[in-house]
């Protein structure tokens, strides 16, 4: 109990420091640049994740929303404007008759990977090349981080 007290204080000290504040401004500015940096390659923030969480394992609705950040009318929205623009398709899942997978199509992929490009370009542009590993560090930190979190959702809803 001694360590997890030492540890509540030391994360309340860091949270309170103006530097920490002033990082979640940044993320905050640097979700709105992500969605300029999308729009400008041609489809949303919220396209470019639907497409990538559709990318892997197609997940169920549910989680496809919790990934995506919406919700599930949102979604529905979502995947019939992406069919329309001919960036992914919904097939049928061969196990389950009333099933639908949502596949991304070969103009979804190509997509996904401008947005990445020019998301990789710009959030690259913004820092010194000597930083770019400590800032993919924190990226990766936090990816880790988000996943288990999205995990520990997702598990408290079944």
């Known amino acids: 109990m001694e ?5 509540s204080e030391a994360f309340e000290q860091v949270i309170e420091t103006p530097d920490f504040r002033a990082g ?3 993320l905050a500015r640097l979700a709105r640049l992500a969605e ?10 919220p396209q470019y994740r639907l497409l990538v969480s559709i ?10 929303a919790a990934r995506v950040g919406v919700s599930r009318p949102t979604l529905t929205s979502l995947v019939d404007g992406l069919e329309q623009a001919g960036l992914l398709k919904r ?7 009333r099933g639908i997978q949502l596949v991304p199509t070969p103009a979804g992929r190509d997509a996904v990977t401008r947005a990445e490009d020019a998301l990789t370009k710009r959030m690259l542009g913004l820092v010194a090349p000597d930083t770019a590993s400590l800032v ?6 936090l990816g880790a981080a988000l996943d288990r ?8 809803r079944h």
């Open 3 to 7: 360590v997890e007290a030492a540890m």
């Open 24 to 26: 979640i401004r940044i």
């Open 36 to 45: 300029r940096v999308c729009q400008e390659t041609g489809i949303s923030l």
């Open 55 to 64: 990318s892997g394992q197609p997940p169920r609705a549910s989680e496809l």
């Open 91 to 97: 097939q049928p899942v061969p196990s389950d008759r």
């Open 136 to 141: 993919s560090d924190v990226v990766r930190t």
């Open 149 to 156: 979190e999205g995990e520990i959702q997702l598990s408290t």
